[in-house]
Structures are given as C-alpha cells and as structure tokens.
C-alpha cells in the first residue's frame, strides 16, 4: 500500500522514512508533490491534520504529516507553531539567530521538542502527540539533522541533536516518539 508523506521539506522525507521505513515494511512511503496548504491551526496537532487532509484530499491516498517546533520556557512556548518561520524568512540559520539572540542573558533554558504525527484515511483522522525534552544551547555544536538541532541538547545527554548520529536521532527524537506511537495506529487500520 501507498501512503503519502505530507510534506515538501527533504529532510523531513528523509527523516520520516528512516523512522517509518522499517516499522512499516510493506508501505511504500511517497514523497508529496501537491499544493501546500495554508498551516493556520492555533497547535501542532491542527496544523499536522491540515496537511494530511490535503495530502489525502489531493493524492486520494492515506496521508501521514507531522507538525512540529521548539517550545522554549522562558519563551512562554515560541517559538511554538510558528518555528519554522519564526525570523519570517523560512531560513533556519536566520530562525536559530534570532532564537539565541531572544535568549541571550536568560538562565533558564529549558526547552522541548514537540510533534504531531497525523494519519489520515479518507474520514478517519488519528493524532498523536510527544515531547523530547532537553534546553537550548548558548552556541551552536554540530553538523547533522536540521533546523534548531544544533542549539538543542536533549535531557540526559552531553551532545546537542545536531551531534547525534542519524540512528540515534530517529531511535529517540520527537518525531521517533510521535510516529512511533501512530504506527500501531497505522497498521490497525490500513492492515
């Protein structure tokens, strides 16, 4: 069976399939080429199902899509939904500027990872939610992953998630929890 990964953003496709791949064998998982919808849910699991419902809408095929961001404490949760345009340029190296740049001077720094992984299948829609706890770095450290990887240090490591090895990453990440908990989902209702 096909189904449709609601996004056009390549790391995220890639991502997705290190996670999925495995977990769900026999689906193949394709890669979206349709129109963008507009992301103007007021949380993460309303802007997840956005997607898919347009990925399913457009493809006619079963549709999975995640939202997801940086939730900062002492940012009373920004950048939140709005992460990926947060500088407003779509420019991670201009969102991870200004994050450090809002954070200059605060102590606390506690922060999490947060997704939304959604399945949508014609009329039935699944959503979960996870967290990956950790806090923000005062400087960058890394190479891998995307986004604000660089300036996150899960909780319990040493290593920011820019420095950890893809394997690792997708075996604990937001995503990795999310997804992983809908698999099972996934499976139950398209076999």
Not at 40 to 65: C, V
Not at 107 to 122: E, H, I, K, S, T
Request: net charge negative.
């Amino acid at each position: 069976m096909k189904i449709v990964l609601a996004t056009h953003n390549a790391h995220k496709v890639e991502e997705l399939r290190g996670i999925l791949g495995e977990r769900l064998g026999e689906h193949e998982l394709l890669a979206y080429d349709g129109p963008e919808p507009v992301e103007d849910g007021a949380t993460f699991a309303e802007n997840a199902l956005i997607k898919a419902r347009a990925a399913a809408r457009h493809t006619g095929l079963p549709a999975i899509a995640d939202d997801s961001g940086i939730a900062v404490d002492a940012l009373g949760g920004a950048p939140g939904i709005h992460s990926a345009r947060y500088a407003g340029t779509r420019d991670d190296g201009d969102n991870l500027r200004l994050l450090l740049a809002n954070l200059e001077g605060v102590a606390d720094r506690g922060a999490a990872f947060v997704c939304a992984a959604a399945l949508v299948d014609g009329e039935h829609e699944e959503v979960v939610t996870e967290r990956w706890a950790g806090r923000v770095l005062e400087t960058p450290a890394g190479e891998g992953g995307f986004g604000y990887d660089p300036v996150f240090q899960p909780a319990g490591e040493s290593r920011s998630a820019a420095e950890l090895g893809r394997e690792e990453k997708n075996a604990v990440s937001h995503r990795a929890l999310a997804f992983g908990a809908l698999v099972e989902r996934i499976r139950a209702r398209l076999g």
